[in-house]
């Protein structure tokens, strides 16, 4: 059985959309688990009338990605067997109808690994949406993670049908319930709404137990527009890119920042923040230049 865990706030056309590519799935041994983070659009009430064979939990209004996702997995931990797995996915994405079923051959016959979709443009398939990190080996920033992928690659041009990688981010994300009972829930207190899947999935790979993995052949719509604010997908507005480091609901957020920094790459968080925030800003200042 693969639970699959959705936190929600508003946008249920979305979030309807994203229910109806799970049940065009060709692989049907799923239960969707969704939280409801105080939506004001009648989320609630319309997936428990619509689709009532959806566990639907109730959020506080104050969960974010973290702590909604987290309501869902509790609910799987509560009743899964030991053989089964959770699926994180964001309801601003749609699937591709093979995509459960291949990651799931997939981690069975790598013994139980966790492994992403590639997540792609809604509006142009061929381009890939980076979810997957890898070590730069290099020195200074020997553990710094960086993209496996750039920002709108071809994925036609990827040869390999997998890649093995350090973390991932959590749109399609195939993780078996032991993992989280081995290393515990996503970090809620430090990292609310960005940067927990990777932190996550980073930590179950330093226990050397358990394989991360990205599948070329999997593929995740992402609907990237609807990202947080001063991103590489939104216009290159200076007071939205600095507001974006103040907000939580950037990935720019810095405290979030911080907090991940000091989790992942003790005791050199101070180095690696600063690189991290020198490379967001430099990325900035070039989409800039690029849009004159």
């Not at 997936?47 to 799987?76: D, F, H, R």
């Not at 995509?99 to 443009?121: D, P, R, T, W, Y």
């Amino acid at each position: 059985m693969i639970y699959i865990c959705i936190p929600v706030f508003n946008r249920l056309n979305y979030t309807i959309k994203c229910i109806e590519s799970i049940k065009s799935q060709t692989y049907s041994n799923y239960k969707i688990v969704i939280c409801d983070d105080a939506s004001t659009d009648q989320t609630f009430n319309y997936i428990q009338s619509n689709y009532p064979e959806i566990i639907v939990l109730k959020g506080n209004g104050n969960l974010w990605w973290t702590g909604g996702t987290n309501v869902c997995v509790e609910y799987a931990l509560s009743v899964a067997n030991d053989t089964d797995y959770i699926f994180t996915i964001n309801n601003d994405t749609e699937m591709e109808p093979n995509a459960l079923e291949i990651i799931l051959n997939f981690s069975e016959q790598k013994k139980g690994c966790i492994v992403g979709c590639v997540n792609v443009f809604f509006n142009d398939r061929d381009k890939i949406e980076p979810s997957a990190f890898v070590k730069k080996n290099t020195f200074p920033f020997s553990l710094y993670h960086d993209f496996l992928n750039r920002w709108g690659d071809n994925l036609h041009k990827i040869k390999n049908e997998f890649a093995e990688v350090d973390s991932l981010s959590g749109k399609g994300v195939l993780i078996p319930i032991k993992v989280f009972k081995k290393i515990g829930l996503y970090n809620f207190e430090k990292l609310p709404h960005y940067h927990a899947d990777t932190e996550f999935t980073r930590r179950a790979k330093i226990t050397g137990k358990y394989g991360i993995f990205i599948n070329y052949k999997a593929k995740v719509f992402s609907h990237q527009e609807l990202s947080g604010i001063g991103q590489r997908n939104t216009e290159p507005k200076i007071k939205e890119f600095f507001h974006s480091f103040f907000t939580i609901k950037s990935a720019n957020h810095f405290k979030t920042l911080k907090n991940r920094a000091q989790l992942i790459y003790q005791p050199y968080w101070r180095t690696y923040l600063f690189f991290n925030v020198l490379k967001i800003i430099l990325g900035f200042i070039k989409r800039k230049i690029y849009e004159r």
